[in-house]
């Protein structure tokens, strides 16, 4: 690595220094615009006790789900799992913690972490479960609570195209939550179809500049669809 | 006859007006986006990060990349944009969203919502409900009358851990339409051939029923 050039070659290099215990951010939405190698990289490893923020846990053997099958989360911080046995199960029995979060916070979490916001108030959940033990303000005569907001040891992400320097753009809403990912990690590490050359994206079109990524690395991707719906031609 | 789920999404479809922006959810609500009317234009909005999304794919059309909330392939309609889904809770929790339809467990008569947990039995989680309900003024839900064992899902209060209180004013199930206000349900239309003596019988919530109950037509 030289200057700005965020590439690395290997996916050991892009995930070295994850240890057991710690805290790990990932885009995605489902199974789409998930870090896919990253994920099967941190299960090569071996990694446990891992928390991970991501909106979901992918599916029974796809994406985060494979951190399943040898137990290496610890807890998860997501919105929805229902597509998920094994996680379902896990979670059931105790082996797996899990604190279900709002979309639109967990969004915000990860956003307001990157940004260096520690909190934020939101009327989304009030008078909840999720709302209890939380701090309760009223402005205009509306309750909103406090959340916190999350920043990761890691955060893993997923971009289409990016240049050396790890100035990125998304494909479609394979985007979701990875801009906010990529902004809350410690060490951010993006991969990516294509890796271009600086000055061939428009950098008007940029998605996540390259100041949020550390490790920038091009791999090959399987993008299984989850619930494929069609019509007639 | 109850209604069917295409049914159901074609009665919601009649809520759109010209213009509106609107969020559907998982299930039932997705379907909506296939039944718009003729000479309205509504921009759908999916919490992923999609406003302005199209029908399903054709098999040549099918991208990886591109789903909605629902985590099914779609398509983009002409004008959309896609955004994070920070951007995308910004526009529902900021109010920006014209309508919003969501399925649930329950729904009672105060207006509160149980759509995303049953303690200790099915783990699912609330995903962007609680967000849409907390940032939305309209508010469709739509479900089942009752469950499979023929529990009634309109309630006097609701007995699982809500998504959102004292929130939603509309409820479409496979057999009527029904509006909350002043803490109690109030039948508005019923499924073809369904009597308004079978709603009484599966609505456990108190229920206002007026003189004429028209019949859904199709």
New interface residues.
Partial sequence: MAGFDKVVNTYEEAMAGLEDGMTVISGG?????IPENLIKEIKKMGTKELTIVS?NCGCDGLGLGILLDDRQIKKMV??????NKL??EQ??SGVLE?E?T????L??K??AGGAGIPAFY?????????AKGKDVREFNGRKYILEESVVGDFAIVKA?KADRYGNAIY??????????AATAGKITVMEVEEIVEPGELDPAQI?TPGIYVDRLIQGTFE??????????? | MALSRDQMAIRIARELQDGYYVNLGIGIPTLVANHVPEGIEVMLQSENGLLGMGPYPTEDEVDADLINAGKQTVTTAKGASIFSSAESFAMIRGGHVDLTVLGAFEVDAQGSIASWMIPGKLIKGMGGAMDLVAGADNIIVTMTHADKYGNSKLLPECTLPLTGADCIKQVLTDLAYLEIYDGKFHLVERAPGVSVEEIIEKTAGELVVPDHVPEMEF
């Fill in positions: 939405f489902g199974i789409c615009g909106n997501s919105s929805y799992v229902g597509e996680f379902e979670l059931l899990v279900l709002p979309q639109g916070t969004a915000e990860m956003r939101t009327a989304t959940g009030y008078g909840t479960d999720i289409w494909r479609h809403t394979a985007q979701n939550f990875n801009p906010m998605h993008k299984r669809i989850e619930i494929r719906t069609v019509r007639e031609g």
